[in-house]
């Protein structure tokens, strides 16, 4: 399934699409990220190598890419939000430095298969109708022709997000407290990219041993975590060469690395091209 076919022109990368019945459905994929959130009933949510139960509370992200799809449903009620965080480019203030939120929005969902889908999110009936409350005034902004209505909508739906993140951090879970450790490390990773971090550090935040922090982020993300460490600072290296207003050896050092010919190298390996010919394919001098 396209974007296009969801989000109109100019609109926001944001909609409330709700299941009040949902039935069978093949095996599909999309190119927006998908959050579902489980009102009622019970059914099989599955992908071509797994099966999971899904019932009344359950909250759960699709990635882009993956194919998924629904069996054996019994009076299953849905709402999926669908968006395109890309296009959104939502200021994420602190969130940055919580774990829930890098447990729920990149670990769970590499980490899926692990777990049996034991380390998804399950709401209380209490949580759940707030959650409702919440994406119901998404979609009634999204819906709106006042002035304000985009902005409200991002708001409501910024708030969702913090709430999901502060959800799964309240867990005792098993499966969730790997996860939630595991995120931890990328949480501390995202705060201190621009000092020397080694993978010591890593394993002492995670409580592991290197051999099982390393194990974990190749299942996880399918690389190691020098290789992750690296590509979060390629990837501030890119906002601050979108905006402009650091040179190339001054973004070096602001993103921890310790000369610029390195960073030079990283990043075209990473991105294809050099830092130069980035900001100029930007429109940036």
Do not use: C
């Not at 099989?44 to 992200?61: A, C, V």
């Not at 882009?64 to 480019?89: A, F, M, R």
């Not at 399918?222 to 290789?227: A, D, F, I, L």
């Not at 290296?237 to 001054?250: R, V």
């Amino acid at each position: 399934m396209k974007s296009h076919l969801y989000f109109q022109e100019n609109s926001l990368p944001i909609k409330v699409l709700p299941m009040d019945t949902q039935r069978k459905l093949e095996l599909h994929d999309h190119d927006f990220h998908e959050l579902v959130v489980i009102f009622g009933g019970e059914g099989i949510h599955y992908t071509h190598s797994e099966k999971y139960q899904i019932s009344q509370g359950d909250i759960f992200l699709i990635k882009p890419g993956t194919k998924h799809g629904y069996d054996n449903t019994s009076d299953l009620k849905l709402i999926n939000i669908l968006y395109l965080p890309e296009k959104l480019k939502l200021s994420l203030y602190d969130l940055n430095n919580s774990p829930g939120y890098h447990a729920f929005f990149e670990v769970e969902p590499a980490m899926r298969k692990q777990h049996g889908f034991k380390s998804r999110l399950h709401l209380s009936d209490t949580k759940l109708e707030y959650i409702r409350k919440l994406i119901s005034s998404i979609d009634k902004e999204l819906n709106s022709s006042k002035p304000e209505a985009m902005f409200m909508a991002v708001s409501y739906f910024m708030q969702l997000i913090g709430f999901i993140a502060r959800g799964y951090t309240k867990t005792e879970i098993p499966e969730q407290m790997d996860i939630l450790s595991l995120s931890e490390v990328i949480s501390y990773i995202e705060t201190n990219y621009q000092r020397g971090i080694t993978i010591p550090d890593l394993a002492q935040k995670a409580s592991m041993s290197k051999i099982t922090l390393y194990r974990m982020f190749k299942k996880a993300f399918n690389m190691s975590p020098v290789n992750y460490i690296i590509s979060v600072r390629i990837a501030k290296a890119q906002e601050m060469l979108n905006s402009g207003k650091l040179s190339i050896s001054e973004i070096a050092w602001e993103t921890g690395f310790p000369d610029s010919n390195y960073f030079s190298r990283m990043f075209k390996k990473l991105t294809g091209a050099s830092p130069r010919l980035y900001r100029k394919q930007q429109g940036k001098k």
